[in-house]
C-alpha cells in the first residue's frame, strides 16, 4: 500500500495554501488589533470566542460527517467559508466587524477539521497514521511559514497598511479551496441513512459510549486545552519585551520552519518508537518554552524558545490525532477527533479569557507560569495512566 497517497498529497496542499492564507495574518493580529483598539483582555476574548466556536464546530460537524459517512463535503466548503472570511476583514476595520470575521474563519475550520482528518485517517493504516498526519502537519506548517515571509516583504513597502494585506491573503485562500474540487472520495454511500436528527451538541454524547483509553486520553487533552491559552499570548510577550513588529514575525516564522521540518520526521519516529512516547516528549517541550518565556528577555533566547515550541508543536499535533484514531472504530474517527476538539474549545475560551485577565490584572509572565505548572501536572496524568499501554 502506498502510505501517500493522491488525496493525503491533495489535502496537504490545500493546507499548505490555506495556511499561506492565514499565516499572513497571524503574527500582525495582535498588532493590528491593538492599533484598532482591542486591549489584551479583549484579544483574549476574540481569541477564545473564535476558538469556541471552530472547536464547537468540528464536534458537530464530525458528528455529522460519521452520520452521513461523507467527507469531502464539509471539507470544500469549510475551506471556502475560511477564505472568503479575509475578505471580510481587509473591507472593514470595527469590533463587531472583526468578531464576525474571525467567527466565520473558525466556522469554516470548525466544517472542515474533523472530516479532513478523518479522511486522512481511511487513507492510511494504524501503523503509519504518524507519518501521515506528520507528513500533512508538515505541509501545513510550511504555509505557516511561508504566509509571514509575504507578510514582511509586503509590510516593508507598506508599513502598517494591514487591509490591502487582508485582501492579498484572499488569494491563497481562494485557491486552497479550488484543490479541493480534485479530491476524489472513496466508497461514497449510495443512500443516506441518518437515524435521527443531529443536534448541535449532540457530540458530546459519544462520552458514554467511547472506548476508555479514549475517555482517559480525551480527559488529559481537555485539562492540556484549559492550561493552553492562545499563540498570540507568546507573540505579545515578544512585542511586550521590546521587539519590533518585524522581530515578532521572524520569531513566528523561525517556529514555523521548525514546526515543519520536524512534523514529518516526527511523525515516522511515532510509528516506531510509540505515539505515546512521542506526545509525553512534546509536553516536556511546552513546560521548557513556556517558563522560559516568562523569565527572559532576551531576544535570541526567545527565538531559541520559539524553534522549541516548533518541535512541541511536531511532537503532538498531527500525533495527538493519529493517537485518537488508533483508539476508535474507523466509522466513529470524525465524532471523536470533533468531540476533543469541541470540549477543548470550551476550555480555550475560558484559557484565553484568563490569560488576558492575569495579564491585565497581575503581570504577563504569570500566564506563562500558570500554564508550564498545568503541563507538568497533564504530563505527570500521562505518565501513570498510560504507563503500560504502548501506543502505535
Known sequence: MKVITRTILLLSAVSLLTDISSEMLYPIMPVYLQSIGFSALLIGILEGFAEATAGLSKGYFGKLSDSYQRRLPFVQFGYTLSAFS??????????????????????????????????????TTPE???KVFGFHRSADTIGAALGPILAIIYLY????????????????????????LLIKEKNVPTTHTVKSSTSFFSFLLYWKDSPSDFRALAFGLIFFAIINSSDL???LMIKYRGASDLRVIQAYILYNLVYALAAYPFGIIADKLGLKRMFMFGIGIFVIVYAGIAITN?????????ALYGIYAAATEGIGKAWVTNLVPKEQTATAIGFINGVSSIASLISSALAGLLWSVFSPEIPFYVSACGAIVVLIYFMVRFRKVQVV
Open 86 to 123: 479575509k475578505l471580510m476583514l481587509g473591507l472593514y476595520a470595527a469590533t463587531g466587524w472583526v468578531f464576525a470575521a474571525r467567527t466565520v474563519d473558525r466556522l469554516g475550520k470548525g466544517i472542515r477539521t474533523s472530516a479532513r482528518d478523518a479522511l486522512l485517517s481511511s487513507e
Open 128 to 130: 503509519h497514521k504518524g
Open 157 to 180: 513597502y507598506y508599513p502598517a497598511q494591514y487591509s490591502t494585506l487582508f485582501i492579498i491573503a484572499f488569494v491563497p485562500g481562494v485557491l486552497g479551496a479550488f484543490v479541493t
Open 233 to 235: 499570548f507568546i507573540l
Open 298 to 306: 532576551n531576544y535570541l533566547l526567545i527565538c531559541l524558545l520559539l
